[in-house]
């Protein structure tokens, strides 16, 4: 049975699909809107792990999430997760027909079978997902990966949250959790950026301890701030070029080029030599250009690099 956190990472790496050009490109958000459904008749007893019903109930609080996130071409699909989110490994849809026992969901369930298809979790989720307060950590980590942006509306803020907690530029760092966190965070962006620092390219991999990351999952917008685990809002650094984010000493842009702190610009000693080479330099982009950088999250950094 997976852990909660490894139950978590299988959520941020959802086989969602990817579509569009350009400023089109967009992740679907049709399989973690699904399963924010069914958290919701989980909570309210409408489901159980063992059987949660195709129903209007489910389809109307698909929709209703679905109005608030869709971009360009998304349509408002919820047989399509409910069918498909069967490749994951931890959701099994099954059809009763008269008479006989179920069989697996062939194909995408139409409105008339309503009482006919229900889905069950698998694979450990079934046990995780009885609880009430790992619903809510998985609410959470769904939103804050799919749909950060959304945030306010998708969760109910809160409770004990500090009204604004971002930390005023300086050399003292926010002193956020990068890696700790969420391992999930941490791992879906060193895949994207292929274990390379953003910053100066040095990636390190060691064939006998293939899991070991030589970079760091940095947050651009930090999340106490932002509530932002979505890839856009991240970077891989190595270590000298995250402790340097993090302390408004190197920045990356909106313009995808390296910025590089004044205060250092003036030293002129050769000790900084190696952070002073940055400026100008272009920002090492993931090949999917549907998790590049944001460029909201890019200004926010380069707003707070001492000047
Ligand atoms: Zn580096």
Redo the contacts with the bound molecule.
Sequence with gaps: MPSIDQAIERLYDLNVGIVGVGGERHERPHKPLLLLAVLDLLDEGLATPGSIPWCQELRDRFTARFEVVRKHDDQNTPENPFFYLGSEGFWQAEVTTEGSQAAPLARTPLVGEIGKVFARLIDGFDVLLAVPETRWRMREALVSRYFPTHAGVLLAPPASESADSEPSPGLLAEDEPDDGRSPAFRRKIVEIYDHQ?A??G?RIRLPEAPDLNFVDAAHLIPFATSRNDHPTNGLA??K??HWAMDRHLIAPGPDQLWHVAGVLREHRSSGEKELLELQNRRLLMPHEPAFHPHSEALAWRLERLIS
């Design positions: 620092c910053a100066c040095l650094l190595c000298n070029h």
